[in-house]
């Protein structure tokens, strides 16, 4: 008589509520490191250039359409951001849109490990990044099951 596989000890202690507790954390991870970037769309050009420069930029000229980018793209990060800290709060709820969210961090690290690489970037800020789209990413995909409301 075949005997049923069990899980080794160690996943075993990686109940449902504790893996649904641990994609929230994921989540909110995911939602800080996308919604900060809020802070560019109210930032003055040159309060922005100081920060860019601080992460390792070389200074920028004012440009009208680049400030405009800039509000642009920190305004997507932000609504990114805003999306998963709606997941994060009712995971149950949008359970379906989860994997999608852990996809696309996962896409955008090796959005940012080719061309971190190819322009070859100093480590940081591009290890950090990388890094946290790929194990943010990660951990969302791994444990986004858990979020599936029969589950718990």
């Not at 070389?58 to 800290?85: H, I, K, N, S, T």
């Not at 995971?91 to 690489?117: C, D, N, R, S, T």
Request: proline share 7%; glycine share 12%.
């Amino acid at each position: 008589m075949a005997t049923r596989f069990q899980p080794p000890a160690r996943l075993k202690a990686l109940q449902p509520g504790r893996q649904l507790r641990l994609l929230r954390w994921f989540l909110g991870f995911a939602a800080i490191a996308w919604g900060v970037s809020v802070v560019g769309v109210f930032l003055s050009w040159s309060a922005a250039i100081e920060a860019l420069q601080g992460l390792g930029a070389q200074p920028v000229a004012y440009d009208r359409m680049l400030d405009y980018w800039l509000r642009m793209a920190a305004g997507a990060f932000a609504l990114v951001g805003g999306w998963y800290l709606v997941l994060m709060l009712w995971p149950q709820k949008y359970y379906l849109a989860i994997p999608w969210f852990g996809w696309l961090m996962v896409i955008e690290g090796v959005i940012l490990l080719v061309h971190g690489v190819r322009l070859s970037l100093p480590p940081l800020p591009f290890y950090g990044d990388t890094a946290a789209c790929f194990i943010g990413g990660g951990g969302i995909l791994f444990l986004s099951r858990s979020a599936r409301p029969n589950q718990n």
